[in-house]
């Protein structure tokens, strides 16, 4: 899927979201707007941040599921706790999201501040693609009554709510008991999610197009307590048997999906999860051979730049002819490592996930 044709200006609208608490965040937001003016596109800022980007052209709209309805595109200027947030808005929209990372790592941002120009370009002339990230649906039950229902893009989480105390789960798979878990929780994510909370905890890294589900166990003590993958189809479940060594009617645990909503879950509760009937859309631009970080870069690359990993000496396509993005000696990956190392240390935006 592709973005709109070029030269299609008229009626071009994109809806931006901000962290409004970052002076850079606003300053590049004012640029966006300003040139994507320039290019005939238009842009809609929501009403809480609306004061303090202080745009004369944009138009204001309030918070609700239908703030993105009509916009060609979610653009998102913070890091991916900003993102995941304006994902709540572009989902029921159908329209992509496109991030400007000014966070920690920013697995799901596709630009960098100094890719702006590149950036508003592509967007102009419509040549970006859009890709789809699968979600996660959640439903919450007690005594077979639904209390809750939900998703998420990165993971739903059960977790203790105290810290002197350890939970009592049982772990399903596809309608069968798989285990007991004296454990801190469990994440249930997505590919996407897989280098978020999944990983901090332990699970391994999945490439984005790879169709799975993660089950990955939070300091469990037990015999088999190791992180697995499953089939996109199968339904993951964890039944809250209670607080080890606690006797409280009152929530021992709390689902939270995204980081974002959070559902209280008393002892008997059972958390469903499964692939999400929805899933959340992320524009993609075209990569720039020139750049010194190349926008629409493979996972690979990214892992490579968001991590700072190691990659000295490879020669891989430079042996064979072809154009070495990650070639031993080029500047471009080391730089861009540089700079991610930087915003951590910076501290710039804490989202809790990668």
Not at 311 to 335: C, I, M, N, Q, Y
Request: charged share 20%.
């Amino acid at each position: 899927m592709t973005g709109w044709p070029a030269g299609a200006a008229s009626g071009r609208v994109v809806l931006l979201v901000v962290h409004a608490g970052r002076p850079e965040a606003l300053r590049v937001a004012r640029a966006l707007i300003e040139r994507l003016g320039d290019a005939g596109v238009a842009a809609r800022v929501l009403a809480p941040e609306a004061g303090a980007i202080a745009s004369a052209t944009a138009a204001v709209v309030p918070v609700t599921e239908t703030a993105a309805a009509g916009a060609e595109m979610v653009l998102v200027v913070g890091g991916d706790g900003t993102l995941l947030r304006a994902a709540e808005l572009a989902r029921p929209a159908r329209a992509p999201l496109l991030g400007v990372n000014l966070g920690h790592v920013g697995f799901l941002a596709e630009a960098e501040p100094e890719d702006l120009s590149a950036a508003v370009a592509s967007i102009a002339a419509g040549k970006y693609s859009v890709e789809q990230r699968m979600t996660v649906d959640v439903a919450v039950r007690t005594n077979g009554e639904q209390l809750a229902a939900t998703w998420a893009l990165n993971e739903a989480t059960v977790e203790k709510a105290a810290r002197e105390r350890m939970l009592d789960l049982v772990i399903e798979v596809d309608g069968r008991p798989l285990s007991r878990w004296g454990c801190d929780g469990v994440v249930f994510a997505t590919p996407t999610g897989s280098t978020a909370y999944a990983f901090s905890a332990g699970g391994p890294v999945v490439w984005p197009e790879v169709e799975a589900l993660l089950m990955v166990p939070i300091s469990a003590h037990a015999l088999f307590a190791a992180p697995m993958v499953v089939s996109p189809e199968s339904v993951l479940a964890a039944e809250v048997i209670g607080v080890a060594g606690g006797q409280s009617e009152t929530a021992g645990a709390v689902l939270w999906c995204d980081g974002r909503r959070m559902v209280e879950l008393p002892p008997g509760s059972r958390v469903e999860v499964r692939r999400g009937d929805l899933p959340v859309l992320l524009a993609r631009l075209p990569a720039l051979a020139d750049a010194d970080r190349p926008i629409g870069a493979p996972f690979t690359d990214r892992l490579v730049a968001k991590f700072g990993l190691p990659v000295t000496g490879w020669r891989g396509r430079a042996d064979r002819g072809g154009r070495d993005g990650l070639a031993h000696g080029s500047p471009a990956w080391p730089e861009a490592a540089r700079r991610q190392g930087r915003r951590r240390q910076a501290g710039e935006e804490s989202s809790g996930h990668a």
